[in-house]
C-alpha cells in the first residue's frame, strides 16, 4: 500500500508540474500577441484620426499643426467633434504607451508587463484586444530563453502545489484517523 501511496504522489507531483511548466511557457507567446495586437490596434487608430483630420482641414480650413493646436482650432468651429476626436486621440496614446512598454521590455519581463497592462489597464481601452488575443491564441512551444526561464518556474511552482496539496491531504487523514481513534 506504501508502495501505491508513493507512486500516486510521485504521478501527482509530476503532472502538476508539467502542467504548470505547459501553462507558463505560454506567457511570452501571449505576451507577444498581446503586443502586436496593441500595436495593429494603434496603427489603425492613429489612421482612423489622421483621416478625420486631414477631413476637417479640408473642411474648415485648419492649417497643420501638432494634435494640441489642431485641437484647439477646431474647438473653436466644430466643439463636439473635437471632443470626440481628441477622445480617440487620447485613447490611440494610451494604446501606444501600453505597446511601447512591452515592446521596451527586455524579453524575460515582456510577460510580466503584459500581464501587469492586463490587469492595471482602463478595462474599456484594451478589452476587445484582449479578447480577441484569447480567443485566437494558439498555444505554443517557445523555444527561447524566456520560454525556457517560465517552463522552469511553471515545473518549480507545480512542484510546490503538488507537495502543499499531498501534505494537506495527509494532515487531513491524520486528523481523521486520530479523531476516529478516540
Known sequence: MQFLQRWLADWLTLALALVCALAALQAPGLA?????????????????????MVSARQFYAIAPADDAAFL??????EPSNAETLAAAIDRAHRIELAYG????????LQPIIAGWEVLSGP???TAG?????LETYHPEVSLT?????????????GTLFARALLALLRGGRERAWAGSAR
Open 101 to 108: 512598454r512591452i515592446a521596451d521590455a527586455r524579453p524575460l
Open 129 to 133: 484586444i484582449r479578447q480577441t488575443v
Open 145 to 157: 530563453f524566456a520560454g525556457a526561464v517560465y517552463a522552469l518556474a511553471g515545473l518549480a511552482l
Open 32 to 52: 507577444h500577441d498581446y503586443a502586436a495586437a496593441l500595436l495593429q490596434v494603434s496603427r489603425e487608430a492613429r489612421r482612423d484620426i489622421e483621416q478625420r
Open 72 to 77: 484647439e482650432a477646431l474647438r473653436k468651429v
Open 123 to 125: 478595462h474599456d481601452d
